[in-house]
């Protein structure tokens, strides 16, 4: 007998004083990067361990050979703690690229995740838990300084950019940096084919320092998530 599932997730942005800053990578199928999203996924999955990579492309047709490009890399293991707890395990690695300006973010973490069983067996599906995760990692930022101009060095006599910039970029690299991630969840299993789940998280908890300039004070802003989504059959027949 052959079962079809409907499943739904939902993301949403949370900002401060009601402003939203991109800064971070994002990816349209955020379901396959679940390190990205909130830490307390780490380890929540069927299965022995988790593997993926994740390559975004855009705008290709537009900047022909400099388009802007994300890839990320993740992996993570699970372990039985316990009575029907677990312990996650992973890591993940990403780069993003805008080209031209040849800015690019990279970011490495390693995590860790407790799934604390509340109710339920666990010889069966089934039961309710509640997850709490974080990550520690590095970052840096870099840009080639040559390929940018600004508005003041538009010359409009010549129409053409003929000012030197005020700018100092004499760092076209910043100073790796540590980041720090949370998050916590509760998740439902309802039996195999049926669960709901409701997290929350926050990135770049430190708020650490990403200015390109010497002695300056750049912050890079607290991302929030908050996540809810589930699965439950439609049909149990063909």
């Not at 942005?13 to 990816?27: K, T």
């Not at 109710?119 to 309710?128: F, L, T």
């Not at 100092?168 to 790796?176: A, G, K, L």
């Amino acid at each position: 007998m052959k079962k079809y599932f409907y499943q739904i997730t939902l993301i949403c942005l949370l900002a401060v004083a009601q402003q939203l800053n991109a800064q971070d990578a994002q990816f349209s199928q955020f379901f396959h990067t679940p390190h990205q999203v909130n830490p307390a996924l780490i380890g929540l999955y069927d299965g022995d361990f988790r593997a993926g990579i994740t390559y975004r492309e855009q705008w290709s047709t537009v900047l022909s050979n400099a388009p802007f490009r994300t890839i990320m890399a993740s992996f993570d293991v699970r372990q039985p703690i316990g009575k029907g707890d677990y312990l996650g395990i992973g890591g993940a690695v990403l780069r993003d690229e805008v080209h031209v300006s040849n800015f690019t973010q990279d970011r490495g973490h390693l995590g860790v995740s407790y799934r604390k069983q509340l109710s339920g067996s666990r010889y069966k599906a089934g039961g309710q838990y509640l997850i709490a995760g974080g990550q520690v990692g590095y970052g840096q930022n870099a840009f080639d300084a040559p390929n940018v101009w600004f508005s003041d060095q538009f010359d409009a006599s010549t129409t053409t950019i003929g000012f030197p910039t005020g700018e100092d970029f004499t760092n076209q690299r910043t100073p790796m940096f540590i980041d720090v991630n949370a998050g916590v969840m509760w998740y439902n299993v309802f039996d195999d084919h049926s669960s709901i789940y409701i997290g929350t998280a926050a990135h770049h908890l430190n708020t650490p320092n990403i200015s390109f300039i010497e002695g300056g004070n750049q912050s890079l802003d607290r991302r929030y998530v908050a996540q809810i989504g589930g699965e439950f059959p439609l049909s149990d027949a063909l």
